[in-house]
């Protein structure tokens, strides 16, 4: 009975009766048998490429499937206690990747979903990924709607996914063995894989254009930095060359063209030049986009990574002895001085670590130790301690540790002459919260030279372009829940002085974690700014220092310092300097 009304109502769509169905679906019915030459009365067994076939559909989808697993998965734990089963299509129908209840294995594999089953629509007849592949758009082919009988049990939703020049390139599809009858219970399935398939899209763009600037948009400030809608990739003359496909949708919702090799400013009041202003130090709120047509949206500008960047944090972990590798992130100042820390961990040569209190001159005393000869002790002293120096007379050979050597008192000098003259074992690591210039004042001369081998001067917090890198490392450490900051909080942070350094940021962390509620520290769980006022960017090596580590961004440099943007811009111009090439 069922049969026969299916192929009635088919016959009669193709005599231009109107039935109520979607018009998608009675489209694709036309083309199965006026084009396939198609009958859907008859028995229809599923199309399973060979093996050998299978392994070349797959990799050829390498790439695609690497990046949608991770996505893939998310979505199967969100769907899997209700039966559905995920597929990953290739361009041709041919399912690469698949995601199901092993214990429904054998049905799964009978209604052809499974690896290596192919869907194209002139094979299967009208189905979620065959006529997702013909009309480029989600789809939901619900029961009935599928034109062969054999597929009639199903329901399958399916998604296109379009690779960074807008070429389709997969499909996502998430289909129920059995379903309830109305179709629209399956809206919720057609939200999460469109949802899905722009996210693998997402993930695809920012692992293909490392070297361009990525500019993702959103109609909403609040989502726009951890679930943007669109995205597209610039090259240096702001030329676009690549893209998801919600960006021709967001920007040229008209024409429906390509945007590939046209230029940002032909669609947003924006240059290429803009771009550092729409980076995460500012407020997300703040960072809109105005269309040429009048709308607006709002943006976030991701920087190209230089290949050196990329593969320079990866080299210097591998590279770089114990914890000195991993004491930093991308800056390269730093990045420059691990290294000249590494040169140094075996030798005896003494070194004088500077830098303002809390820049982690004790740890990378400790790391230099950990990275020169194995067995030895380390010895920390406090150089104001009476009696510190003393204490030392039997201690194990190893690192002798000087904490705030500025402050030695003149008895303590004597004495710690007179220690290593004895102890030539002990190689001495001095720390010192002034610059070398001005400790030779404070210690007697030959002092001075026994302590000041080679210098280290490690940069103050607010002058380090690895800031997220270092927020995101503590926060893992001092939190074993999966925290995270808001776009708000974490732009606050950034734009805040940090006199106290790393150990002000700990401290800060600490507070914001105990305060917040769920797993996102927000702006109101941050502890206000202490009252003490920052460091002037005094001379024109700080001024270029705090502008680079604000990526030459001139609002978050002016939040840094206190001071409105054309006051950065007029120190600029008076201390001569210009942003990197
Ligand atoms: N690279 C780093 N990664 C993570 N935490 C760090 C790093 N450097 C320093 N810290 C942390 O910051 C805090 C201050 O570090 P440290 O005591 O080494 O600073 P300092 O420069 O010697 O300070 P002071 O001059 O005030 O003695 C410590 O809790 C330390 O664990």
Same mark, same amino acid.
């Given at each position: 009975?069922?049969?026969?009304?299916?192929?009635?109502?088919?016959?009669?769509?193709?005599?231009?009766?109107?039935?109520?169905?979607?018009?998608?679906?009675?489209?694709?019915?036309?083309?199965?048998?006026?084009?396939?030459?198609?009958?859907?009365?008859?028995?229809?067994?599923?199309?399973?490429?060979?093996?050998?076939?299978?392994?070349?559909?797959?990799?050829?989808?390498?790439?695609?499937?690497?990046?949608?697993?991770?996505?893939?998965?998310?979505?199967?734990?969100?769907?899997?206690?209700?039966?559905?089963?995920?597929?990953?299509?290739?361009?041709?129908?041919?399912?690469?990747?698949?995601?199901? /209840? =092993?214990?429904?294995?054998?049905? !799964?594999?009978? &209604? %052809?979903?499974?690896? @290596?089953?192919?869907?194209?629509?002139?094979? $299967?007849?009208?189905?979620?990924?065959?006529?997702?592949?013909?009309?480029?758009?989600?789809?939901?082919?619900?029961?009935?709607?599928?034109?062969?009988?054999?597929h009639m049990p199903l329901s399958?939703?399916?998604?296109?996914?379009?690779?960074?020049?807008?070429?389709?390139?997969?499909?996502?599809?998430?289909?129920?063995?059995?379903?309830?009858?109305?179709?629209?219970?399956?809206?919720?399935?057609?939200?999460?894989?469109?949802?899905?398939?722009?996210?693998?899209?997402?993930?695809?763009?920012?692992?293909?254009?490392?070297?361009?600037?990525?500019?993702?948009?959103?109609?909403?400030?609040?989502?726009?930095?951890? /679930? =943007?809608?669109?995205?597209?990739? !610039?090259?240096? &003359? %702001?030329?676009?060359? @690549?893209?998801?496909?919600?960006?021709?949708? $967001?920007?040229?919702?008209?024409?429906?063209?390509?945007?590939?090799?046209?230029?940002?400013?032909?669609?947003?009041?924006?240059?290429?030049?803009?771009?550092?202003?729409?980076?995460?130090?500012?407020?997300?709120?703040?960072?809109?986009?105005?269309?040429?047509?009048?709308?607006?949206?709002?943006?976030?500008?991701?920087?190209?990574?230089?290949?050196?960047?990329?593969?320079?944090?990866?080299?210097?972990?591998?590279?770089?002895?114990?914890?000195?590798?991993?004491?930093?992130?991308?800056?390269?100042?730093?990045?420059?001085?691990?290294?000249?820390?590494?040169?140094?961990?075996?030798?005896?040569?003494?070194?004088?670590?500077?830098?303002?209190?809390?820049?982690?001159?004790?740890?990378?005393?400790?790391?230099?130790?950990?990275?020169?000869?194995?067995?030895?002790?380390?010895?920390?002293?406090?150089?104001?301690?009476?009696?510190?120096?003393?204490?030392?007379?039997?201690?194990?050979?190893?690192?002798?540790?000087?904490?705030?050597?500025?402050?030695?008192?003149?008895?303590?000098?004597?004495?710690?002459?007179?220690?290593?003259?004895?102890?030539?074992?002990?190689?001495?690591?001095?720390?010192?919260?002034?610059?070398?210039?001005?400790?030779?004042?404070?210690?007697?001369?030959?002092?001075?030279?026994?302590?000041?081998?080679?210098?280290?001067?490690?940069?103050?917090?607010?002058?380090?372009?690895?800031?997220?890198?270092?927020?995101?490392?503590?926060?893992?450490?001092?939190?074993?829940?999966?925290m995270r900051l808001s776009p708000?909080?974490?732009?606050?942070?950034?734009?805040?002085?940090?006199?106290?350094?790393?150990?002000?940021?700990?401290?800060?962390?600490?507070?914001?974690?105990?305060?917040?509620?769920?797993?996102?520290?927000?702006?109101?769980?941050?502890?206000?700014?202490?009252?003490?006022?920052?460091?002037?960017?005094?001379?024109?090596?700080?001024?270029?220092?705090?502008?680079?580590?604000?990526?030459?961004?001139?609002?978050?440099?002016?939040?840094?310092?206190g001071v409105n943007r054309s006051?950065?811009?007029?120190?600029?111009?008076?201390?001569?300097?210009?942003?990197?090439?």
């Amino acid at each position: 009975m069922l049969e026969f009304e299916h192929v009635d109502e088919i016959d009669r769509v193709l005599r231009g009766v109107e039935t109520g169905r979607d018009s998608l679906v009675t489209e694709s019915w036309r083309r199965c048998v006026q084009t396939y030459g198609m009958d859907p009365s008859r028995p229809d067994p599923a199309h399973v490429v060979t093996e050998t076939e299978l392994r070349e559909h797959r990799e050829q989808s390498e790439r695609l499937i690497a990046t949608a697993r991770s996505g893939l998965q998310t979505l199967f734990q969100q769907v899997a206690g209700q039966n559905y089963v995920l597929l990953l299509a290739d361009a041709k129908g041919v399912c690469v990747d698949f995601f199901g /209840d =092993p214990r429904f294995e054998d049905q !799964l594999r009978q &209604a %052809g979903l499974y690896l @290596g089953s192919n869907w194209t629509e002139d094979l $299967a007849g009208t189905c979620g990924v065959g006529s997702c592949i013909v009309t480029g758009k989600a789809i939901t082919i619900h029961q009935s709607d599928h034109f062969g009988l054999a597929h009639m049990p199903l329901s399958c939703t399916a998604a296109p996914i379009f690779d960074t020049k807008g070429e389709f390139s997969a499909v996502l599809d998430i289909s129920l063995l059995r379903s309830p009858s109305p179709k629209s219970s399956q809206n919720l399935a057609m939200g999460l894989v469109t949802a899905s398939a722009r996210r693998v899209e997402m993930a695809n763009l920012m692992a293909m254009t490392r070297r361009d600037w990525v500019l993702r948009f959103s109609t909403s400030p609040e989502f726009l930095e951890v /679930d =943007p809608e669109a995205a597209v990739a !610039l090259d240096a &003359a %702001g030329r676009i060359v @690549g893209m998801t496909s919600g960006a021709r949708r $967001a920007l040229d919702p008209e024409a429906g063209g390509s945007l590939i090799g046209s230029r940002i400013d032909d669609w947003l009041e924006l240059s290429v030049d803009d771009l550092p202003d729409l980076m995460r130090g500012r407020p997300t709120e703040e960072r809109v986009l105005r269309l040429k047509d009048g709308r607006r949206l709002f943006g976030h500008a991701i920087a190209p990574q230089t290949p050196q960047m990329i593969t320079a944090l990866r080299q210097r972990e591998t590279t770089l002895p114990g914890a000195l590798g991993s004491f930093a992130g991308a800056d390269p100042a730093l990045g420059r001085l691990l290294e000249q820390a590494a040169r140094l961990a075996p030798t005896q040569v003494p070194l004088l670590i500077t830098g303002e209190t809390g820049t982690g001159k004790e740890r990378l005393a400790r790391a230099i130790h950990v990275a020169g000869p194995k067995n030895r002790g380390f010895h920390a002293i406090r150089c104001t301690g009476p009696g510190a120096v003393e204490s030392l007379a039997d201690a194990a050979p190893g690192t002798l540790f000087l904490r705030g050597i500025e402050d030695m008192p003149l008895d303590g000098q004597a004495a710690l002459l007179t220690l290593l003259d004895r102890r030539t074992d002990l190689r001495v690591v001095a720390s010192c919260r002034c610059a070398a210039s001005e400790l030779s004042s404070a210690l007697r001369d030959d002092l001075f030279y026994r302590v000041a081998g080679a210098t280290l001067a490690l940069p103050p917090l607010r002058h380090r372009s690895d800031l997220d890198w270092l927020i995101d490392r503590l926060l893992r450490w001092r939190c074993s829940a999966d925290m995270r900051l808001s776009p708000a909080a974490r732009a606050e942070l950034k734009s805040r002085v940090w006199p106290g350094n790393i150990r002000e940021l700990e401290q800060l962390l600490d507070v914001a974690i105990a305060m917040s509620e769920g797993s996102v520290i927000d702006l109101p769980d941050l502890p206000a700014a202490p009252k003490r006022a920052g460091p002037e960017p005094d001379d024109i090596d700080d001024l270029e220092a705090l502008m680079a580590a604000c990526g030459w961004n001139m609002a978050q440099a002016a939040r840094r310092l206190g001071v409105n943007r054309s006051t950065v811009l007029r120190r600029i111009r008076k201390a001569g300097l210009t942003p990197p090439a």
